[in-house]
């Protein structure tokens, strides 16, 4: 059973830093590629980062130079670095995986505010 459990989200001032973490199983890892999605309320689902099995990786303009996705294929793990934090940024932030038959699956998604 393909399983993405998201940690690290909370609530920072603009400005701050969080680090988002997303334990992988269920799957070969490291033959999958990655991504960040976002959602705020009233709004659709957006991807944010994506990281390739090889480790190339692209970006929503809203967050180039801002945010880092990267991913440990030994500990199953994918990490979004969120530094200069910014109120729209405020969202719950899910971890997806590109599956077989392009099927995404998705964690349950963790809360990220930033405060004023």
């Known amino acids: 059973q393909v399983q993405l459990v998201e940690s690290g989200g909370g609530l920072v001032q603009a400005g701050g830093s969080l680090r988002l973490s997303c334990a992988a199983s269920?799957?070969?890892?490291?033959?999958?590629?990655m991504a960040w999605y976002r959602q705020a309320p009233g709004k659709e689902r957006e991807v944010v980062a994506r990281?390739?099995?090889?480790?190339?990786?692209n970006y929503a303009d809203s967050v180039k130079g801002r945010f880092t996705i990267s991913r440990d294929n030994a500990k199953n793990t994918v990490y979004l670095q969120m530094n200069s934090l910014k109120p729209e940024d405020t969202a719950v932030y899910y971890c997806?995986?590109?599956?077989?038959?392009?099927?995404?699956?998705w964690g349950q998604g963790t809360q990220v505010t930033v405060s004023s």
């Open positions: 990281i390739a099995t090889g480790g190339n990786t």
């Open positions: 269920g799957f070969i890892f490291s033959i999958v590629p």
């Open positions: 997806s995986a590109l599956g077989g038959g392009l099927n995404r699956y």
